[in-house]
């Protein structure tokens, strides 16, 4: 076993092609000289991520694997608890969007009585394959076990689940308020269904719902909030298992680990209830989590599932929880102005190259983390889908010969909404850390900014 492992354990979007890349055209192994301005999934080892799964490796080769797995899960309850606290239990999962099935085997041994009712926010800015998942439908082709299953189709003849969505953007970009609509719809149907709502703090442009929602839902409502960009403060996420949420998590994202690593943080308020433990309400899910995912203070539900001892999620996660302990040491404050000097600078950029880029609306109700644009054409109209994704492919899949030492660039892929689409680029964890060391220094975003516009005028300013 080696660091190799990294790349499996997970569905097809993680693993290498005949040309050594993932489908977000990376290689994770292969870090030196590239320039990260990625928002979500395309992120890399560093230096230090694989220092600390090579450390993990040696551990490995003389602990027992469920003791290193708690070991790692209790440093990433650390992180999140306040000091002497315990008000979560965590279930990992190989991805983000494997996490979405929790919460409807959760309503399944709860309320066998039910049908679910899912309410889900800003669809077309979750991650991809999310939406599906939340329907009861296998979003992959291939399991955390190798096993080939069939994309699209329920998991289970037994899943039956309504769905309302509430999109993210109006046709103009503007960020829609949902709440009164949300709160409408749960009650009209609280009492007839279990409703499952799901919220979304860190959208792929950074959007955060709006959580005073939560107390007009009856008790037995399950709140499922999807932090998965980690873009969040500790007293943020506190606040939601405060309310009795359940906080999806991932490590790929702004802690700039490799994809994928997804965590559900369930308050014990709920965790305490799954006791009654069918082998009709955990059926749907066995071809999608192991025994190693549960925690092992639920030994019934735990042995429920068969063990797999994924050492590409524990990789995965290893390298986002070793950096979020080297972030944690600089502070909130140092890393929140740190992020807001980048976001200033490049704004100022985008702004000045307004020939070029029009800012989406409502950044200040976006993460500060994330910017999103979009590109102009001759004429002030607007690349469409098609054309930004052209963009992003000729930026992000070229070898540079134009960046210094840089030979690979990565941001943020195109998000489409109505019938536009606009990129991204982003700050993570990592970078924020050299930001710090370098005092500030940014020349390499106001370079990319110009190969950047070198690349739309290539392509469509001719």
């Keep these: 076993m080696d660091i190799t492992e990294i790349v499996k354990g997970g569905d097809e979007r993680i693993m290498l092609g005949e040309n050594g890349l993932n489908k977000y055209h990376v290689n994770p192994l292969d870090y030196e000289n590239t320039f990260n301005r990625g928002s979500c999934t395309c992120s890399l080892l560093t230096k230090d991520s694989e220092k600390a799964i090579n450390k993990l490796i040696k551990k490995l080769g003389s602990q027992d694997y469920n003791d290193v797995l708690d070991t790692q899960q209790l440093r990433l309850k650390k992180f999140i608890n306040y000091l002497n606290q315990d008000k979560f239990d965590v279930f990992y999962a190989p991805s983000g969007s494997d996490l979405c099935y929790y919460p409807i085997m959760f309503s399944r041994i709860m309320y066998p009585e039910k049908e679910i009712y899912n309410l889900l926010t800003c669809p077309e800015e979750l991650g991809s394959g999310s939406n599906i998942a939340n329907n009861g439908k296998y979003y992959f082709n291939i399991n955390q076990f190798g096993e080939k299953v069939p994309y699209g189709e329920l998991i289970h003849p037994d899943i039956h689940i309504k769905q309302k969505t509430f999109s993210a953007r109006d046709k103009e970009g503007n960020i829609n308020n949902h709440k009164q609509s949300i709160i409408n719809t749960i009650e009209e149907n609280q009492g007839k269904d279990h409703i499952i709502a799901n919220l979304v703090i860190g959208s792929k442009s950074g959007i955060i719902d709006n959580i005073s929602i939560i107390p007009h839902a009856d008790e037995k409502s399950f709140w499922v909030i999807d932090v998965c960009q980690l873009r969040a403060t500790k007293k943020l996420i506190n606040s939601l298992l405060n309310l009795n949420c359940m906080v999806m998590i991932t490590g790929s994202k702004f802690y700039q680990s490799p994809p994928f690593c997804g965590a559900l943080l369930v308050p014990k308020t709920i965790t305490k209830q799954l006791t009654t433990i069918t082998d009709k309400a955990v059926e749907p899910f066995l071809k999608i989590f192991s025994s190693m995912d549960i925690p ?13 001892e ?37 704004v100022s950029q985008l702004q000045f190259n307004s020939d070029y880029f029009e800012l989406m609306p409502d950044q200040h109700r976006t993460n500060r983390s994330i ?22 492919m000729k930026i992000c899949t070229s070898e540079r010969t134009d960046f210094g030492n840089y030979k690979k660039i990565i941001i943020g892929q195109p998000v489409k909404y109505e019938n536009k689409s606009f990129i991204r680029l982003a700050l993570g964890s990592y970078n924020v ?23 739309i005028r290539e392509l469509f300013w001719k």
Excluded: H
């Excluded at 092992?296 to 797999?308: D, G, I, M, Q, T």
């Excluded at 390499?444 to 690349?455: C, G, R, S, T, V």
């Design 371 to 392: 910017i999103s644009f979009s590109v102009k054409k001759p004429g002030e109209s607007l690349l469409n889908d098609v054309e930004l994704r052209e963009l992003f």
């Design 310 to 346: 994924n050492f590409g999620t524990l990789f995965r996660w290893e390298a986002a929880i070793s950096e979020m302990e080297l972030l944690t040491y600089f502070g909130e404050d140092t890393v929140a102005s740190a992020v807001n000097r980048w976001n200033a600078f490049v």
């Design 433 to 455: 850390r050299n930001l710090l060391a370098n005092n500030f220094n940014f020349k390499n975003d106001e370079k990319l900014i110009q190969i950047i516009i070198k690349e």
């Design 296 to 308: 092992s203070c639920l030994p019934k539900l735990k042995a429920k599932f068969r063990e797999n």
